[in-house]
C-alpha cells in the first residue's frame, strides 16, 4: 500500500512540473511569477466549536475559622472524632480534609471502608480522588454532568460529555437520516454527536500589562534632519512608495542622494521608536470591535497579519503577524484589544469571519474570567441573522486590509520578522494618528493637539517621533 502511495504522490509531482512548464509557454514567465506568487486561500479546518461548558469553582475554607465561629455560637468547642477502639477502618494520619484542611482528628470513615471520608468540620464528603482538590470542575452545559477528558494535545486536552441521556446527544441522533443512522453504527467516528470542550494550556497571561519595549535606537544621530525624515516616511508610508522609488524621488526631486537600504533603515529606526508610543496610548474607544486576518510575505512564505480595529472610532487596535493562522494568534490578537481598554464592558463584542480559531479563543479568555461575545458572520451572502446584522462591520475591516493591501503591495514581502513589524507599526501609526478617515469627516482616528496644528505631514510625522521619544524617556525614568 505504501509503495503504491509514493507512486502515486511521483506522479502527481511529474504532473505538476508539466503544468507549471505548459502555463509558462503559454503565459510567459512575467504572468507565471505573478500567479504563482498569489497566497493559497486555505479553507477553515472543518471544526465545530460548541457553546462554553459549566465551570463550578470547588469553594475553598479554613478550618481554623469554621472552629472559631463554631465555639462563638456553642460556647464550647467542636470535639475531634471519637473512633471505636475495635473498628477495623482507620483514618489515615496524613489525610486532611481536601475543602478546609481540617486534620485527621476531624475526620471519619463514611461508608464502612469503601473509600469515602466525611469532615466534621464542614460536613465534606470526599475521597482520594475528591472533587474540592481540582482547580475546576468542567460540566456539559445541557445535562450538567462531568465532561471526562478523552485526548491530550499539545496546546489543549479535549474534554468529552459520555452521558447516553446527554439532549445534546440525543437530539443530534434524532436529527439523523436513516442513511446517516446506518453509517453511524458502522463508522461512528466520522460523526460529531457528543459535547465537545477543549481546555487551552498555552504557557500565555492575558492581559499581563508588560512594560513597553524600548528601542534601542537614538533617532537624533542619523545624519537626515527631522524634515528629511519626515518627508522619508510622508512618501514610504503614507503612498506606499518603495524604497527604491523613495531613494529615487529624493534624488530626483530634493536633489538628496540616498539609498534604498537608508530608506528602510530609518524606516526601521522610527517604527522600533514610535512603537511603545502606538502600542500604549490611551485611546478613547467603543465597545464594538471587528478582525480579521489578512496575508503578507516573509523569508519568500505567506503570513497572517491579525488587524482587530474598533469599528466607531475607526482605530486599529491589534496588528500581530503569525506564521501560522491558529488558536494562540488569535488569543494574542484579541489579547493586544484586551489590554487597551480600562475595564471590559459587559456588552463588549468581537465581529469576525467563520474562522473557528476565534470561538476557540473566546473559550480561552473564559477560563481566565475574561468575558465577551464573538459574532460570527458568515459567508459573502448573509444566510442567518447574525451575518445579516453584523456584514457592514465585517465589510469595514476588509475594507482596511484593502487600504493596507494598498500600502504594503509595492514591498513584494519582507527579508525578515522585524522588517514586517517595522512596516505594519508605521502604517498602524499613520492610520491612527495621521490619515484623515471620510467616515469621521476627514479627521484622523486620533486628534492629538500638536500634530494638528502643524501645516504639512513631514512636519506631524517629526512630531510624531518627539512624541514618541518623551514617552520612551518617561518610562526610563519610571
Known amino acids: 500500500m505504501s509503495k503504491v502511495i509514493s507512486l502515486l504522490l511521483l506522479y502527481i509531482e511529474v504532473q505538476n512540473k508539466i503544468i507549471v512548464y505548459l502555463m509558462g509557454a503559454l503565459l510567459g514567465k512575467n504572468s507565471l511569477r505573478k500567479y504563482l506568487d498569489k497566497p493559497v486561500n486555505k479553507p477553515y479546518r472543518p471544526l465545530q466549536v460548541d457553546q462554553l461548558p459549566i ?16 465555639l462563638d455560637k456553642h460556647g464550647k468547642p467542636l470535639k475531634p472524632v ?93 436529527t439523523m437520516s436513516s442513511e446517516e443512522k446506518k453509517l453511524f453504527n458502522e463508522k461512528p467516528h466520522e460523526f460529531k454527536v457528543r459535547y465537545i470542550y477543549r481546555h487551552f494550556n ?58 534604498h537600504q537608508t530608506v528602510l533603515n530609518y524606516a526601521d529606526a522610527v517604527a522600533k521608536t514610535i512603537k511603545p508610543f502606538v ?9 464594538s470591535f471587528c478582525g480579521d486576518e489578512t496575508y503578507i510575505k516573509v ?21 500581530p503577524i503569525s506564521p501560522n493562522r491558529d488558536t494562540l494568534s488569535a488569543v494574542r490578537a484579541l ?54 446584522e453584523y456584514r457592514p462591520l465585517k465589510q469595514i475591516i476588509e475594507r482596511l486590509n484593502r487600504t493596507f493591501k494598498g500600502n504594503y503591495r509595492a514591498t513584494n514581502g519582507f527579508n525578515s520578522d522585524e522588517g514586517s513589524v517595522s512596516f505594519v507599526t508605521l502604517f498602524v501609526a499613520y492610520f491612527n494618528f495621521l490619515r484623515p478617515h471620510a467616515a469621521l469627516e476627514k479627521r484622523v482616528p486620533v486628534v492629538i493637539p500638536e500634530l494638528a496644528s502643524l501645516p504639512h505631514m513631514p512636519a506631524r510625522w517629526s512630531k510624531l517621533i518627539e512624541l514618541s521619544q518623551e514617552f520612551i524617556l518617561e518610562q526610563q525614568s519610571a
Open 299 to 319: 523569508n519568500g512564505k505567506w503570513h497572517y497579519l491579525f488587524f482587530f480595529f474598533d469599528s466607531v472610532k475607526k482605530i486599529i487596535l491589534s496588528y
Open 202 to 259: 498555552f504557557e500565555y497571561k492575558p492581559l499581563a500589562k508588560s512594560s513597553p519595549v524600548l528601542s534601542d535606537v537614538d533617532i537624533s544621530r542619523i545624519y537626515a534632519s527631522p524634515h528629511t525624515l519626515g518627508l522619508i516616511l510622508t512618501y514610504h508610508v503614507n503612498y506606499g512608495i518603495s524604497a527604491r522609488k523613495t531613494a529615487a524621488l529624493m534624488n530626483d526631486v530634493h536633489n538628496l542622494k540616498i539609498s
Open 82 to 174: 471519637k473512633r471505636h477502639k475495635n473498628s477495623k477502618v482507620k483514618v489515615p494520619n496524613t489525610l486532611s480534609c481536601p475543602r478546609c484542611n481540617a486534620p485527621h482528628i476531624y475526620l471519619y470513615d463514611n461508608n464502612g471502608g469503601k473509600g469515602q471520608f466525611k469532615c466534621k468540620v464542614c460536613s465534606a464528603n470526599f475521597n482520594f480522588k475528591n472533587f474540592y482538590s481540582k482547580a475546576a470542575i468542567i460540566k456539559c452545559p445541557h445535562c450538567n454532568k462531568s465532561l471526562e477528558k478523552i485526548k491530550e494535545r499539545k496546546d489543549f486536552y479535549i474534554y468529552k460529555c459520555k452521558n447516553d441521556d446527554c439532549s445534546f446527544y440525543q437530539r443530534n441522533l434524532a
Open 55 to 70: 465551570i463550578k469553582v470547588p469553594e475553598k475554607l479554613n478550618y481554623l475559622t469554621l472552629l472559631q465561629e463554631y
Open 335 to 388: 489579547d493586544q484589544v484586551l489590554m487597551k481598554l480600562k475595564d471590559i464592558p459587559d456588552d463588549l463584542r468581537f465581529i469576525v469571519d467563520g474562522n473557528p480559531i476565534y470561538v476557540l479563543a473566546q473559550h480561552f479568555f473564559a477560563q481566565h474570567g475574561v468575558f465577551f461575545d464573538i459574532n460570527q458572520v458568515i459567508g459573502l451572502t448573509n444566510e442567518d441573522p447574525v451575518s445579516k
Open 279 to 287: 502600542d500604549h496610548y490611551p485611546y478613547v474607544l467603543s465597545n
